[in-house]
Protein backbone atom coordinates (compact mmCIF):
# COMPACT_ATOMS: atom_id res chain seq x y z
CA UNK A 1 0.00 0.00 0.00
CA UNK A 2 0.98 3.77 -0.43
CA UNK A 3 0.91 6.01 1.66
CA UNK A 4 0.50 9.62 1.10
CA UNK A 5 3.72 12.04 1.14
CA UNK A 6 1.73 14.22 3.55
CA UNK A 7 1.32 10.86 5.86
CA UNK A 8 5.06 10.21 5.81
CA UNK A 9 6.08 13.55 6.27
CA UNK A 10 4.04 13.36 9.91
CA UNK A 11 5.57 12.14 12.97
CA UNK A 12 3.16 10.77 15.78
CA UNK A 13 3.09 12.84 18.42
CA UNK A 14 5.90 12.38 21.47
CA UNK A 15 3.48 12.99 23.88
CA UNK A 16 0.78 10.64 22.89
CA UNK A 17 3.07 8.52 22.09
CA UNK A 18 4.58 8.16 25.53
CA UNK A 19 1.47 8.50 26.86
CA UNK A 20 0.61 5.24 24.93
CA UNK A 21 3.22 3.13 26.17
CA UNK A 22 2.88 4.15 29.32
CA UNK A 23 -1.19 2.79 29.14
CA UNK A 24 0.62 -0.50 27.80
CA UNK A 25 2.46 -1.24 30.99
CA UNK A 26 -0.06 -0.07 33.38
CA UNK A 27 -2.32 -3.10 31.52
CA UNK A 28 0.61 -5.19 32.56
CA UNK A 29 0.17 -4.34 35.61
CA UNK A 30 2.62 -2.43 36.08
CA UNK A 31 2.81 0.67 38.94
CA UNK A 32 3.43 3.80 36.51
CA UNK A 33 2.45 7.51 36.99
CA UNK A 34 2.10 8.93 34.00
CA UNK A 35 3.23 12.79 33.99
CA UNK A 36 3.39 13.12 30.49
CA UNK A 37 -0.66 14.60 29.80
CA UNK A 38 -1.50 18.02 29.44
CA UNK A 39 -4.68 16.80 31.23
CA UNK A 40 -6.14 18.27 34.56
CA UNK A 41 -6.93 16.29 36.95
CA UNK A 42 -9.93 17.74 38.74
CA UNK A 43 -13.40 17.17 37.85
CA UNK A 44 -15.39 19.59 35.26
CA UNK A 45 -17.14 22.05 37.34
CA UNK A 46 -21.03 20.60 38.29
CA UNK A 47 -22.85 24.02 36.77
CA UNK A 48 -20.89 23.09 33.51
CA UNK A 49 -22.59 19.25 33.72
CA UNK A 50 -25.49 20.13 34.37
CA UNK A 51 -26.14 22.37 31.59
CA UNK A 52 -24.77 19.61 29.00
CA UNK A 53 -27.70 17.48 30.76
CA UNK A 54 -30.09 19.79 30.10
CA UNK A 55 -29.02 20.10 26.71
CA UNK A 56 -29.54 16.72 26.08
CA UNK A 57 -32.81 16.45 27.55
CA UNK A 58 -33.77 19.28 25.50
CA UNK A 59 -32.57 17.26 22.48
CA UNK A 60 -29.71 19.28 21.34
CA UNK A 61 -29.16 16.56 18.78
CA UNK A 62 -29.03 17.95 15.75
CA UNK A 63 -26.12 18.80 13.19
CA UNK A 64 -24.90 22.81 14.59
CA UNK A 65 -23.39 25.36 12.20
CA UNK A 66 -20.42 24.43 10.87
CA UNK A 67 -18.88 27.57 12.58
CA UNK A 68 -20.64 27.12 16.13
CA UNK A 69 -23.99 28.32 17.36
CA UNK A 70 -24.54 31.81 17.12
CA UNK A 71 -25.25 32.47 21.16
CA UNK A 72 -22.09 30.63 21.72
CA UNK A 73 -19.94 32.62 19.21
CA UNK A 74 -21.61 35.86 20.65
CA UNK A 75 -20.21 34.33 24.67
CA UNK A 76 -16.75 33.91 22.68
CA UNK A 77 -17.03 37.29 21.54
CA UNK A 78 -17.73 38.72 24.85
CA UNK A 79 -15.27 36.70 26.55
CA UNK A 80 -13.11 38.49 24.76
CA UNK A 81 -13.88 41.41 25.64
CA UNK A 82 -13.94 40.91 29.26
CA UNK A 83 -10.90 39.02 29.30
CA UNK A 84 -8.43 40.38 26.55
CA UNK A 85 -9.37 43.43 25.92
CA UNK A 86 -10.20 42.32 21.93
CA UNK A 87 -13.71 43.36 19.78
CA UNK A 88 -14.26 40.06 17.29
CA UNK A 89 -17.51 40.06 16.45
CA UNK A 90 -19.42 36.58 16.20
CA UNK A 91 -18.71 35.96 12.35
CA UNK A 92 -14.83 36.30 13.45
CA UNK A 93 -15.20 33.17 15.52
CA UNK A 94 -14.96 29.82 14.55
CA UNK A 95 -15.75 27.00 16.86
CA UNK A 96 -13.87 23.77 16.33
CA UNK A 97 -13.84 19.65 17.82
CA UNK A 98 -10.32 21.49 19.98
CA UNK A 99 -8.54 24.24 19.57
CA UNK A 100 -5.78 21.13 17.29
CA UNK A 101 -8.36 21.07 14.89
CA UNK A 102 -8.51 24.96 15.25
CA UNK A 103 -4.57 24.95 14.44
CA UNK A 104 -4.73 22.63 11.84
CA UNK A 105 -7.71 24.38 10.21
CA UNK A 106 -5.99 27.77 10.17
CA UNK A 107 -2.49 25.97 8.40
CA UNK A 108 -4.33 24.44 6.21
CA UNK A 109 -6.25 27.42 5.08
CA UNK A 110 -3.13 30.00 5.17
CA UNK A 111 0.03 27.98 3.94
CA UNK A 112 0.65 26.78 0.51
CA UNK A 113 3.79 24.37 -0.37
CA UNK A 114 6.62 26.06 0.36
CA UNK A 115 5.49 28.73 2.41
CA UNK A 116 7.80 30.09 4.99
CA UNK A 117 6.27 29.56 9.03
CA UNK A 118 8.52 30.91 11.97
CA UNK A 119 8.27 28.78 15.87
CA UNK A 120 10.14 29.92 18.33
CA UNK A 121 11.23 26.70 20.28
CA UNK A 122 10.78 24.94 22.87
CA UNK A 123 7.18 24.94 20.60
CA UNK A 124 3.81 22.88 20.97
CA UNK A 125 4.86 19.47 19.17
CA UNK A 126 1.67 19.60 17.01
CA UNK A 127 2.63 23.23 15.55
CA UNK A 128 5.71 21.91 13.83
CA UNK A 129 3.93 18.61 12.58
CA UNK A 130 0.99 20.56 11.20
CA UNK A 131 2.89 22.68 8.94
CA UNK A 132 4.96 19.49 8.12
CA UNK A 133 1.56 18.03 6.86
CA UNK A 134 1.10 21.17 4.26
CA UNK A 135 4.90 20.90 3.28
CA UNK A 136 5.45 24.33 4.58
CA UNK A 137 8.86 26.07 5.03
CA UNK A 138 9.59 25.71 8.84
CA UNK A 139 12.12 28.11 10.73
CA UNK A 140 13.02 27.85 14.39
CA UNK A 141 14.27 30.22 16.72
CA UNK A 142 16.16 28.90 19.62
CA UNK A 143 15.21 30.72 22.74
CA UNK A 144 18.65 32.06 24.38
CA UNK A 145 19.89 30.58 27.87
CA UNK A 146 18.70 32.21 30.72
CA UNK A 147 15.89 34.18 28.74
CA UNK A 148 12.94 32.01 30.72
CA UNK A 149 12.42 30.31 27.46
CA UNK A 150 11.10 33.66 25.56
CA UNK A 151 12.68 34.80 22.39
CA UNK A 152 14.12 38.60 22.16
CA UNK A 153 13.54 41.16 19.64
CA UNK A 154 16.36 40.82 17.73
CA UNK A 155 15.91 37.00 17.10
CA UNK A 156 12.46 38.19 15.77
CA UNK A 157 13.77 40.64 13.72
CA UNK A 158 16.99 38.48 12.71
CA UNK A 159 13.79 35.10 11.77
CA UNK A 160 11.49 37.48 9.84
CA UNK A 161 11.82 38.28 6.26
CA UNK A 162 9.12 39.52 3.59
CA UNK A 163 8.35 35.32 3.04
CA UNK A 164 7.18 34.45 6.35
CA UNK A 165 3.87 34.09 6.12
CA UNK A 166 3.09 32.66 9.54
CA UNK A 167 4.72 33.05 13.28
CA UNK A 168 2.98 30.40 15.67
CA UNK A 169 3.24 30.83 19.39
CA UNK A 170 1.70 29.99 22.96
CA UNK A 171 1.64 31.94 26.11
CA UNK A 172 1.53 30.61 28.51
CA UNK A 173 3.81 27.92 26.64
CA UNK A 174 3.11 24.30 26.18
CA UNK A 175 6.19 23.04 27.32
CA UNK A 176 7.96 25.50 29.08
CA UNK A 177 5.28 27.22 31.32
CA UNK A 178 6.79 31.32 30.06
CA UNK A 179 4.66 33.74 29.68
CA UNK A 180 5.42 36.88 27.76
CA UNK A 181 4.17 40.35 30.08
CA UNK A 182 2.67 43.16 28.08
CA UNK A 183 5.80 44.79 27.86
CA UNK A 184 7.44 41.91 26.16
CA UNK A 185 5.16 41.31 23.51
CA UNK A 186 4.78 45.20 22.72
CA UNK A 187 8.83 45.12 21.86
CA UNK A 188 7.87 41.76 19.28
CA UNK A 189 4.86 43.91 17.86
CA UNK A 190 7.46 46.47 16.87
CA UNK A 191 9.04 43.71 14.69
CA UNK A 192 5.99 42.23 13.36
CA UNK A 193 4.44 45.77 12.24
CA UNK A 194 6.99 45.82 10.08
CA UNK A 195 6.23 42.63 8.18
CA UNK A 196 2.06 43.08 7.56
CA UNK A 197 2.39 40.22 5.50
CA UNK A 198 3.13 37.72 8.30
CA UNK A 199 -0.08 36.75 10.43
CA UNK A 200 0.40 35.83 14.30
CA UNK A 201 -1.17 33.07 15.44
CA UNK A 202 -1.57 33.54 19.40
CA UNK A 203 -2.26 30.00 20.84
CA UNK A 204 -3.62 30.84 24.73
CA UNK A 205 -5.45 27.48 26.08
CA UNK A 206 -3.62 27.97 29.36
CA UNK A 207 -4.28 31.72 29.88
CA UNK A 208 -6.31 31.27 33.16
CA UNK A 209 -3.55 28.88 34.24
CA UNK A 210 -0.88 32.12 34.52
CA UNK A 211 0.54 32.54 38.18
CA UNK A 212 2.71 35.80 37.35
CA UNK A 213 -0.16 37.42 36.54
CA UNK A 214 1.42 39.08 33.47
CA UNK A 215 -0.74 37.12 30.95
CA UNK A 216 -2.21 39.84 28.11
CA UNK A 217 -3.06 39.09 24.37
CA UNK A 218 -0.72 40.05 21.61
CA UNK A 219 -3.94 41.29 19.59
CA UNK A 220 -4.84 43.62 22.42
CA UNK A 221 -1.59 45.50 21.28
CA UNK A 222 -2.55 48.54 18.79
CA UNK A 223 -2.53 47.43 15.31
CA UNK A 224 -1.95 43.86 16.15
CA UNK A 225 -5.85 42.32 15.66
CA UNK A 226 -6.05 42.91 12.21
CA UNK A 227 -3.09 40.39 11.79
CA UNK A 228 -3.33 37.87 14.52
CA UNK A 229 -5.53 34.99 15.16
CA UNK A 230 -6.36 34.52 18.79
CA UNK A 231 -6.49 30.51 19.23
CA UNK A 232 -8.23 28.90 22.46
CA UNK A 233 -10.72 26.60 24.55
CA UNK A 234 -12.10 25.07 27.57
CA UNK A 235 -9.96 21.82 27.79
CA UNK A 236 -7.43 23.19 30.53
CA UNK A 237 -9.09 26.07 31.85
CA UNK A 238 -11.90 24.23 32.65
CA UNK A 239 -10.72 20.74 32.63
CA UNK A 240 -13.10 19.74 29.44
CA UNK A 241 -10.20 17.78 27.70
CA UNK A 242 -12.72 14.87 26.43
CA UNK A 243 -15.30 17.51 25.37
CA UNK A 244 -13.32 18.46 22.55
CA UNK A 245 -14.06 22.20 22.25
CA UNK A 246 -11.56 24.81 20.74
CA UNK A 247 -12.30 28.52 18.94
CA UNK A 248 -10.63 31.26 17.34
CA UNK A 249 -10.56 34.82 16.94
CA UNK A 250 -9.43 36.25 13.72
CA UNK A 251 -10.01 38.57 10.90
CA UNK A 252 -13.18 37.41 8.99
CA UNK A 253 -11.21 36.28 5.65
CA UNK A 254 -9.86 34.11 7.89
CA UNK A 255 -12.75 32.87 10.07
CA UNK A 256 -14.67 32.07 6.46
CA UNK A 257 -11.73 30.27 5.15
CA UNK A 258 -11.08 28.14 8.44
CA UNK A 259 -15.05 27.26 8.27
CA UNK A 260 -14.59 26.35 4.39
CA UNK A 261 -11.82 23.97 6.08
CA UNK A 262 -14.03 22.67 8.57
CA UNK A 263 -16.71 22.27 6.61
CA UNK A 264 -15.58 19.72 4.55
CA UNK A 265 -13.43 18.09 7.86
CA UNK A 266 -15.93 18.01 11.05
CA UNK A 267 -18.55 19.63 10.18
CA UNK A 268 -19.87 22.01 13.46
CA UNK A 269 -18.25 20.57 16.77
CA UNK A 270 -20.36 18.49 18.99
CA UNK A 271 -23.64 19.92 19.86
CA UNK A 272 -23.76 19.20 23.82
CA UNK A 273 -20.51 20.41 24.41
CA UNK A 274 -20.87 23.52 22.32
CA UNK A 275 -24.34 24.20 25.20
CA UNK A 276 -22.25 23.30 28.06
CA UNK A 277 -19.71 26.06 26.96
CA UNK A 278 -21.82 28.54 26.68
CA UNK A 279 -22.50 28.39 30.31
CA UNK A 280 -18.73 27.56 30.75
CA UNK A 281 -17.34 30.76 29.13
CA UNK A 282 -20.47 33.28 30.60
CA UNK A 283 -19.08 31.85 34.37
CA UNK A 284 -16.92 34.89 36.02
CA UNK A 285 -13.04 33.28 35.34
CA UNK A 286 -12.39 33.57 39.40
CA UNK A 287 -14.17 30.01 39.19
CA UNK A 288 -11.18 29.15 38.40
CA UNK A 289 -9.05 30.50 41.23
CA UNK A 290 -9.12 27.06 43.32
CA UNK A 291 -7.32 25.06 40.26
CA UNK A 292 -4.59 27.44 39.28
CA UNK A 293 -3.59 28.08 43.10
CA UNK A 294 -3.16 24.68 43.25
CA UNK A 295 -0.99 23.79 39.97
CA UNK A 296 0.87 26.85 41.62
CA UNK A 297 1.40 24.83 45.08
CA UNK A 298 2.40 21.50 42.91
CA UNK A 299 4.88 23.82 40.62
CA UNK A 300 6.11 24.95 44.20
CA UNK A 301 6.69 21.28 45.19
CA UNK A 302 8.22 20.07 42.15
CA UNK A 303 10.74 22.93 42.00
CA UNK A 304 12.16 22.38 45.70
CA UNK A 305 12.48 18.58 44.86
CA UNK A 306 14.52 19.34 41.51
CA UNK A 307 16.54 21.82 43.58
CA UNK A 308 18.01 18.30 45.14
CA UNK A 309 18.87 16.26 41.75
CA UNK A 310 22.06 17.16 41.16
CA UNK A 311 22.90 18.17 37.58
CA UNK A 312 19.07 19.40 36.87
CA UNK A 313 18.58 22.76 35.96
CA UNK A 314 15.36 23.75 35.35
CA UNK A 315 13.88 27.45 34.90
CA UNK A 316 10.53 28.48 37.08
CA UNK A 317 7.76 28.40 35.02
CA UNK A 318 5.03 31.22 34.88
CA UNK A 319 2.30 29.33 33.82
CA UNK A 320 0.66 26.10 32.29
CA UNK A 321 1.47 23.08 34.54
CA UNK A 322 4.38 21.62 33.00
CA UNK A 323 8.28 22.01 34.04
CA UNK A 324 11.23 21.66 31.08
CA UNK A 325 14.70 20.65 33.02
CA UNK A 326 17.74 20.51 31.28
CA UNK A 327 18.69 16.79 31.50
CA UNK A 328 21.83 16.49 29.13
CA UNK A 329 24.10 16.04 31.93
CA UNK A 330 23.39 12.34 31.95
CA UNK A 331 23.68 11.98 28.32
CA UNK A 332 26.33 9.53 27.83
CA UNK A 333 25.70 7.44 31.70
CA UNK A 334 24.44 4.21 31.53
CA UNK A 335 21.74 2.11 33.58
CA UNK A 336 22.77 -1.86 33.35
CA UNK A 337 24.70 -1.06 29.98
CA UNK A 338 22.15 0.74 28.40
CA UNK A 339 23.70 3.83 27.32
CA UNK A 340 21.36 7.22 27.87
CA UNK A 341 22.35 9.03 24.25
CA UNK A 342 19.65 11.50 24.53
CA UNK A 343 16.75 12.42 25.75
CA UNK A 344 14.63 10.09 24.10
CA UNK A 345 16.62 7.42 25.99
CA UNK A 346 16.47 8.50 28.92
CA UNK A 347 13.01 9.10 28.91
CA UNK A 348 12.37 5.21 28.09
CA UNK A 349 14.87 4.06 31.29
CA UNK A 350 12.53 6.11 33.29
CA UNK A 351 9.31 4.40 32.28
CA UNK A 352 11.02 0.92 32.21
CA UNK A 353 13.11 1.28 35.04
CA UNK A 354 12.07 4.01 37.18
CA UNK A 355 7.94 3.42 36.08
CA UNK A 356 8.02 6.91 36.02
CA UNK A 357 6.59 8.40 31.67
CA UNK A 358 7.58 12.26 30.96
CA UNK A 359 8.11 12.85 27.74
CA UNK A 360 11.58 14.11 25.62
CA UNK A 361 11.98 17.17 24.82
CA UNK A 362 13.25 16.52 21.26
CA UNK A 363 9.38 16.34 19.55
CA UNK A 364 9.65 20.13 21.68
CA UNK A 365 12.37 21.26 19.46
CA UNK A 366 14.39 21.23 22.43
CA UNK A 367 16.44 18.12 22.65
CA UNK A 368 18.57 18.48 26.20
CA UNK A 369 15.03 18.57 28.17
CA UNK A 370 12.10 16.69 29.32
CA UNK A 371 8.70 17.76 29.73
CA UNK A 372 7.49 17.05 32.87
CA UNK A 373 3.41 17.52 33.52
CA UNK A 374 2.50 18.42 37.05
CA UNK A 375 -1.27 17.90 36.52
CA UNK A 376 -1.37 15.26 38.74
CA UNK A 377 -2.08 15.01 42.50
CA UNK A 378 0.98 15.94 45.34
CA UNK A 379 1.29 12.50 46.49
CA UNK A 380 2.01 11.27 43.06
CA UNK A 381 4.43 14.16 42.07
CA UNK A 382 6.65 13.04 45.43
CA UNK A 383 6.63 9.53 44.70
CA UNK A 384 7.62 10.29 40.86
CA UNK A 385 10.19 12.26 41.90
CA UNK A 386 11.98 9.93 44.28
CA UNK A 387 11.53 7.79 41.64
CA UNK A 388 13.88 9.86 39.30
CA UNK A 389 15.97 10.67 41.57
CA UNK A 390 16.58 6.87 42.48
CA UNK A 391 16.97 6.27 39.34
CA UNK A 392 19.38 9.31 38.21
CA UNK A 393 21.67 8.21 41.40
CA UNK A 394 22.31 5.08 39.94
CA UNK A 395 24.12 5.79 36.80
CA UNK A 396 26.69 4.97 35.82
Not at 196 to 212: A, F
Request: proline residues 5%; glycine residues 6%.
Amino acid sequence: MQLSDALLRLKESSTLAMARRSRELKARGLDIIDLCLGEPDFDVPDFIKDAAIEAINENWSKYPPVNGFLDLREAISNKFHRDNGLNYSPDQIVVSTGAKQSLFNIVFSLLSTGDEAILPAPYWVTYYEQLHVVDASIKVIETLPGNNSKITPDQLSDALTEKSKLFIFSSPCNPTGAVYSKAELESLAVVFRKYPDCIVVSDEIYEHIDMSGKFCSIASLDGMQERTITVNGLSKAFAMTGWRLGYIGAPLAIAKACTKVQGQCTSGANAIAQRAALVALQADPSVIAPMREKFKERRELLMKALEDIEGIRCEKPDGAFYLMPDVSTYFGKSFNGKRINNAGDLCTLLLEEAHVAVVSGEGFGSPNHIRISYATSNELLTEALARISKFLNELE
